[in-house]
């Protein structure tokens, strides 16, 4: 090919390579980028290339880019002459066959169609492919790419990026050869400053004003160099754009190097990019043949070289006097400024440095003028940014969005929320120098200043998602750990600071840091940021500041509680299940002793764990199956069913006297000290249990005439039968409680009196109160509260129901409402404004209330209930929602659409969340939160009245039997320790002797669960519709267990 | 007035600070006259007392025994001095921390020895690494130096008289 | 064209300096003391050891003042609570990064980090020590390099490369991992390029670098002569 020295043979080139783009036969093009690779990309192109030779097929193979939508690689795409372009997902090489075979007959394997092109923007050119396919969504439908913007990515997954006619043929370089031809320098210099295009390598510096000051630097020799030494971890933008779009750099380069006044360009790439530093070598090598780069470019006489320089991946060479010191052939460390490249930079020579994402942006700019550029993004940020979206989401990738755009945009739109329902908790902008941003701060706009202002930067772009497996103070660590290992060294504050950050750091995770090690950490890192030489220490406290600022509880949890939420910390949890227990149940060793037939150490050593086992081996909501790791083989452990098995086998047998004996021996000598509990519900009577062990006279005082709360007055019994519940508080009152029924504290006891009978009270009266709502028909016959009607069924107590029953509301009160309703031969229907994955119920009560009968009606928010002439329910109205925005919850805001739906009924039950007593809460002067839970200390649950302690549902708002009782439990532990003055908790507990071997090659094995009644049959009557497991069936899920226990021991 | 009741630790250290403290000359008799020795090694009471108002701890906390003294010593006395290096920085003792203590122990007393066995009882059990005081204790005022010199000793306790509590004495190097 | 001069205030006091001038040679020059620890005169200065750092108008950033150049108008402020407390951090972090053992050092008493501690104030470290295992190079016949008192200031490879052109010493690995090495990783008594001349020792603040045979508190140094020989170079050049 000859350099191409006139417009002519510009254009004629530009004929042939859009002749390659479009051509007149089908086109198949993979996506073949690093991202593509990983996912087998290469194994499908093949497969393409031998069935079109075998077959003889007329058709043009082509590998391109990577398209942005990584999840769903490896990516194809087809299009048959006049036809749009047809993206195809996930492609395997066996689907290459029938794919072609689709083809010749004019089709698309419609299984694989992803989404389709009709026409396209590249910017610099305009291409129609063709219309068709109304089966097949266009591509700014599909939700990952719904209000994406590509001006930097204009081109990648279009074009083959190693044939420079298919650039060309798009419509490349001829930017570049306008600005020759104009020969106005300055004019362009004045496009890139009006279009306010900001440096997009993170420090956002006016990319106009740094070319200024190189144009109007006066030396023999000036160098411009693109910094592509993109290492921060999660982030791959300029790799998939270098691999997708090779040209489109060069030509920015040029266009920078003809205006500044430079002769010579230097891409410095990290040589962990092969991919990159290949398909450079091959672009510049095109660009040489065809007289785009060399001597006498275009035939303008302007002469420009590009060189690609690989750097050894150091981190802290994107420092841009480190990158020239390290061009130079020095080690790579910062040298302080100024004097500023643009004054001295490459050999002392004046220069220039951008990101290679701000040299992607110029061609733009310079076709389509800096009022179109300047349209996108927002008033101080202009254009589009590409951001590597990662982590937590379902939908991850490479996504250029105009700037400006919500972070919750990111996360809940593109990225389509949390994977299998994870809640989203925070997002990581900007790599390690960057910081995590909370979730209740989703709505800022990204852009530089924004994200400043929060603490973290913008960054090249990455974006890492953090849901509720992710430990906070673990992802400081984790980012100070890399920071730390790519650190010069050279100053100190960046090179000791961050070696004692990281010591500080690793001292918290592994459960014994202090708050003084905290006080250390922010002074360190404000130093840090304050003195250190460059950017890399500048920035890195970042993380942990954002990390202190925004999530300090998880540091409190770590340093006061010795606790990780997420459980990632290993030193800090027995296990994954044994973590995410309220009650911290040491899960692993009952299911080992169950599974060595040792039922009476196990139920021992569970009882003194739970002292609610059959309870809540029963209506548990179980978070630990949600952890257990045996999930990531099979199916999760069902612990709970186990847990029951255990818990009845002698609970309800005529050995209860023997069991209670050997639960009864663990209890300490009499302290002297009186303890007073409030509320007989599961917080009370945990907390009762361990303070009569711990040798405590405790008194449980309740308003209701028997104890048990909400498992004996709102769980239905076909859920948990009352006599289990029996044995239980039996177990109890022998530890020593005594219990005091048909008092209600604060009016026929009042505060003032516990306290001066009593040594110290525990207030767990939950939250009995219907939520207040003016719910208009509230007044009307045949309404109920779901607890007051739950309740009433619980006494046993006569509850006129019609025969068709409306449920409001879709937590487990309400699910319980409504089956209650059925086995009264009603019809029950549930009504709830969001959808149903977004119900709080227990997943397995809403599918057993839908196999017995229940109907739903999702979407649909209460507007009215309607009587009739004599006062009695005839009708509910609703109002159909449609869900909105993400609020910080993590779901959709549903949104009265205003149509209302009218549902005749007769009964109406209203289950839309209790609350606490307010009378007494300000009658007790007790300090409350805003929602009006009790104001307790996190950690010791004291209140802020001295020797008052609360928890549970009082304390947490309306919550679950578990979570209740681990607050009882931690309270009893708490209050002891402030009677006597001592942590003598860890006497309560004995060892117990038991195989310690963790299951070598766990063979597949199904799940047991509990047999179930015949929804026909259990819809008739309250018999328990859950049996329990049998002892054998018991056995083999316990043998199930992975010991995780034992495996993080031997990790440490 | 009340005496103020002085106490004075001897931790990992060589006794070179106690030699700096009574090498005050004739201070040492006026400091005498308003303040009490309660504890020490150049003292008799066996058993550390309660409510000391000033302690002096010299050393670096080398052994399980260093380390329940001086936990015990910070609950019963209102200021602590780190008394010299070896308090502050850890010092001379804190120069064998990088060798693993039973290779530590097997060079001291199997190989170097007569008595070419490593002694179980009657000795206490050495930590992995001999520590300053604040890794473990809360300490009040540092005063570094090997020694500290008597006047930096005399000028802190003096300060401490007037009821000042000063972090740093003026002038005060380590080494 | 000789250098221009501009006006500057140091601590509030109008002073002029040439416009080639570095804040640091600024203020020495009127007689005003910035502490220092990895800048020596007549060597490239690199702004490492964070100790100059001063506060100037106009700037949120504090800047080092042995690499910042002056220009007209500059107000400087060379000592404040923060810097005071900054400066001091230094100081801790260097003393818990090796171990400086000052009562066993040849160079007690005549260290420039002791005595920039007492300068500074510093009696004790807040930090865990890091009491890592270094080695003590002794193959040279004269010299010794204790890597247990190196801070990493760099004075003995810019002595080396700027005025005895040899390049022996550099700084390898990274981060908390930084060492001086001389030639390519060889002990100090094996490096082919060491003229055995000496100035790396005298440019040494601490006692990592040190001559043989002394015992401790006896290892005096004359970086001043460094200095001299610098300015009498550049007077030749």
């Known amino acids: 090919m000859p350099r191409i020295q006139d417009i002519s043979a510009f254009n004629d080139v530009r004929e042939a390579g859009l002749a390659k783009v479009m051509p007149p036969v089908p086109r198949v093009t993979v996506g073949m980028g690093t991202c593509g690779r990983g996912a087998g990309a290469e194994g499908v192109y093949h497969a393409f290339s031998e069935a079109i030779d075998r077959a003889g097929i007329d058709a043009v193979l082509a590998s391109v880019g990577c398209f942005g939508a990584c999840y769903e690689e490896p990516l194809a795409a087809v299009r048959l002459p006049g036809s749009p372009l047809v993206l195809l997902r996930r492609v395997q090489a066996n689907d290459v066959g029938r794919i072609l075979q689709d083809l010749s007959s004019g089709s698309i394997t419609p299984d694989l169609a992803y ?242 994402e701000t040299w992607y942006n110029i061609a733009p700019i310079v076709t389509r003028g800096p009022l179109w550029f300047a349209q996108t993004g927002s008033a101080k940020s202009s254009g589009t940014k590409v951001f590597s979206l990662v982590g937590r989401v379902q939908s991850t990738g490479l996504v250029e969005m105009p700037l400006g755009t919500p972070l919750k945009t990111f996360i809940y739109d593109i990225g389509e929320g949390g994977i299998a329902g994870r809640e989203i908790k925070a997002i990581q902008t900007g790599g390690a120098s960057g910081g995590c941003i909370p979730r209740e701060m989703f709505d800022t706009p990204v852009d530089y200043e924004n994200l400043a202002q929060l603490g973290s930067i913008m960054g090249s772009g990455g974006m890492v998602v953090m849901d509720e497996d992710n430990c906070m103070v673990d992802v400081a660590r984790y980012f100070i750990e890399f920071t730390h290992s790519e650190s010069c060294g050279k100053c100190i504050p960046c090179r000791v600071g961050l070696d004692k950050s990281l ?59 010795h606790r990780c939420a997420a459980g990632v910390c290993e030193e800090l949890a027995l296990s994954p299940c044994e973590n995410s ?60 069913a186990v847990h029951r098995l255990v818990a009845d086998s002698l609970l309800l047998s005529d050995r209860f006297d023997e069991m209670a004996a050997r639960v009864l021996r663990h209890k300490l000598d009499p302290t002297g000290r009186k303890v007073a509990v409030a509320g007989a519900g599961p917080a009370g009577l945990t907390a009762a249990f361990y303070l009569a062990m711990l040798g405590h006279d405790v008194t449980v005082f309740d308003e209701k005439p028997a104890a048990g709360g909400m498992l004996r007055f709102a769980i239905p019994t076909y859920r948990l039968p009352k006599d289990v519940l029996e044995r239980e508080i039996e177990m109890i009152a022998r530890a020593g409680v005594k219990f005091i029924f048909n008092v209600r504290v604060g009016t026929d006891v009042l505060l003032n009196d516990l306290d001066d ?88 009560e809403t599918h057993a209330a839908e196999q017995e009968g229940t109907k739903f009606v999702f979407l649909a928010a209460p507007h009215r209930i309607l009587g009739d002439d004599s006062g009695n329910v005839k009708a509910i109205e609703t ?69 008052f302690f609360a928890g549970g549902d009082v304390t947490s708002g309306a919550s679950n039997v578990s979570s209740a009782m681990g607050l009882g439990k931690q309270a009893a532990r708490s209050i002891d320790r402030q009677l006597m003055e001592a942590d003598r908790w860890q006497r309560l507990f004995s060892e117990f002797e ?3 071997v963790v299951p070598e090659e766990p063979a597949p094995s199904p799940r047991h669960a509990g047999r179930m009644l015949e929804p026909a049959v259990r819809a008739r009557c309250q018999a328990e519709v859950v049996a329990a497991l049998t002892p054998e069936e018991a056995r083999e899920e316990a043998e199930r267990c992975l010991r995780c226990d034992l495996a993080a021991a031997n990790v440490t | 007035m009340k005496k103020l009741k002085v106490a004075t630790v001897w931790l990992d250290g060589c006794s070179g600070c106690h030699m700096s403290l009574l090498d005050m000359d004739a201070a040492i008799i006026s400091l005498a006259q308003k303040i009490e020795l309660v504890y020490g090694p150049l003292v008799d009471a066996q058993e550390f007392p309660e409510d000391v108002d000033v302690t002096l701890v010299e050393g670096a906390v080398s052994s399980q025994d260093d380390l329940n003294r001086i936990q015990k010593i910070r ?36 190989s170097g020895g007569e008595a070419k066995t490593i002694p179980s009882e009657g000795v206490p059990v050495l930590l992995k690494q001999a520590r300053p005081l604040r890794e473990f204790v809360t300490v009040d005022v540092s005063l570094p130096g090997c020694p500290p010199p008597s006047k930096s000793i005399a000028g802190v306790i003096a300060a401490l008289l007037e009821g000042k509590k000063t972090e740093s004495a003026a002038g005060v190097k380590f080494g | 064209m000789p250098p221009k001069n501009v006006s500057i205030r140091i601590d509030g006091e109008l002073i002029s300096a040439r416009e ?123 010299y010794v390099l204790d890597h247990n008192r190196c801070i990493l200031c760099s004075r003995c490879v810019r002595v080396c490369a700027e005025l005895e052109h040899a390049h022996v010493w550099e700084v390898r690995s990274r981060g908390i991992h930084s060492r001086i090495v001389s030639d390519l990783n060889a002990k100090w008594g094996e490096a082919q390029s060491c003229t055995n001349c000496g100035k790396c020792v005298q440019a040494c603040p601490t006692g990592a670098l040190a001559e043989k045979g002394r015992a401790v508190e006896e290892m005096t140094k004359s970086s001043e002569k460094i200095t001299s020989l610098a300015r009498w170079r550049g007077a030749e050049a």
């Open chain 1, 115 to 356: 989404c389709k092109v009709e026409q396209w923007d590249h910017v610099t050119g305009h291409l129609h492919y063709g219309d068709g396919y109304p089966e097949i969504p266009a591509w700014d439908e599909v939700p990952f790419f719904k209000g994406q913007k590509k001006i930097v990515l204009r081109n990648c997954g279009f074009i083959n990026p190693d044939d420079i006619e298919e650039y060309i043929g798009i419509g490349g370089y001829q930017a570049l050869y306008s600005v020759l031809i104009d020969g106005a320098k300055e004019s362009v210099i004045e496009k890139v400053k009006a279009a306010k295009l900001r440096g997009r390598g993170g420090a956002g510096y006016l990319t106009g004003n740094k070319w200024e000051f190189l144009a109007k630097a006066k030396a023999d020799q000036k160098f411009i160099i693109c910094n592509a030494d993109e290492g921060d971890p999660g982030a791959y933008m300029n790799r998939n754009e270098i691999e997708g779009d090779p040209h489109n750099l060069l030509e920015g380069m040029l266009i920078g190097g003809y205006v500044m006044g430079a002769t010579r360009g230097i891409i410095y790439v990290r040589a962990e990019y092969p991919l990159v530093v290949h398909r450079l070598g091959r672009a510049i090598e095109q660009a040489h043949e065809y007289g785009l780069l060399g001597e006498n470019i275009l035939g303008r006489g302007f002469d420009f070289d590009i060189e690609v320089v690989q750097g050894a991946g150091v981190f802290v060479c994107g420092e841009e006097t480190a990158l020239i010191a390290s061009l130079e052939g020095q080690a790579g460390r910062p040298r302080p400024r100024p004097p500023y490249p643009a004054q001295k930079g490459l050999w002392g020579k004046p220069t220039n440095i951008n990101n290679v």
């Open chain 1, 994 to 996: 038991y195989e310690q």
């Open chain 1, 503 to 561: 010591r500080i750091l690793n001292r918290i995770t592994e459960g014994v840091g202090t708050a003084r090690h905290v006080e250390l950490l922010d002074e360190l890192s404000h130093y840090m940021r304050e003195c250190s030489l460059c950017g890399l220490g500048q920035s890195a406290p970042n993380p942990v500041l954002t990390a202190l600022r925004h999530f300090g509880q998880e540091f409190d949890d770590h340093i006061v509680a």
């Open chain 1, 757 to 844: 009978d009593f040594d110290a009270v525990f207030i767990a009266i939950g939250t009995w109160k219907q939520a207040e709502i003016s719910q208009a028909g509230r007044e009307l016959k045949g309404v109920y509260g779901a607890l007051p009607f739950l309740e009433a069924l619980g006494r046993g107590e006569e509850v006129r129901i019609g025969r068709k029953v409306a449920i409001i509301g879709a937590g487990n009160a309400a699910i319980d409402s409504a089956r209650a309703a059925i086995r009264r031969g009603a019809e029950a229907t549930v009504f709830y404004r969001r959808g149903r994955k977004d119900m709080p119920a227990i997943e397995e």
């Open chain 1, 879 to 947: 109002v159909k929602t449609s869900l909105g925005e993400f609020d910080t919850s993590g779901r959709r805001k549903p949104i009265p659409t205003g149509e209302i739906q009218r549902h005749d009924c007769d009964t109406v039950i209203l289950a839309i969340g209790e609350s606490i007593d307010a009378e007494f809460a300000h009658a007790s002067d007790l300090r409350l939160k805003e929602n009006g839970s009790i104001d307790v200390n996190r950690f010791t649950l004291e209140s802020s009245r001295g020797h």
């Open chain 2, 75 to 110: 609950q019963r006395t209102h200021l602590l001095v780190a008394m010299g290096d070896c308090a502050v920085t850890g010092n001379v003792p804190a120069m064998r921390n990088s060798i693993p203590v039973t290779r530590l122990l097997q060079c001291v007393y199997a």
């Open chain 3, 20 to 142: 080639d001038q570095t804040i640091l040679e600024a203020a020495t020059a009127s007689g005003k003391h910035i502490p220092t620890l990895c800048h020596l005169a007549g060597l490239t200065p690199v702004g490492a050891c964070r100790v100059c750092i001063v506060e100037a108008q106009g700037t949120d950033r504090l800047l080092p003042a042995c690499t910042t150049p002056v220009h007209e108008g500059m107000s400087v402020t060379t000592s404040s609570a923060k810097l005071a407390r900054y400066r001091r951090m230094t100081v801790e972090l260097l003393l818990v990064e090796r171990n400086h053992v000052c009562s066993v050092c040849v160079s007690n008493g005549h260290c420039e980090l002791q005595s920039l501690a007492t300068e500074l104030g510093v009696t004790n470290v807040r930090f865990a020590f890091n009491y890592p295992k270094l080695d003590v190079d002794v193959s040279h016949p004269r």
């Open chain 1, 581 to 640: 227990c309220p009650l911290h149940i040491n899960i692993p060793r009952f299911l080992a002793l169950e599974k060595e037939g040792r039922i009476e150490d196990a139920f021992e050593a569970m009882f003194l764990d739970n002292p609610l086992p059959a309870s809540t081996g029963r209506v548990c909501q179980h978070q630990c199956e949600s952890r257990c790791r045996r999930q990531t083989l099979d199916e999760p452990v069902n612990v709970r």
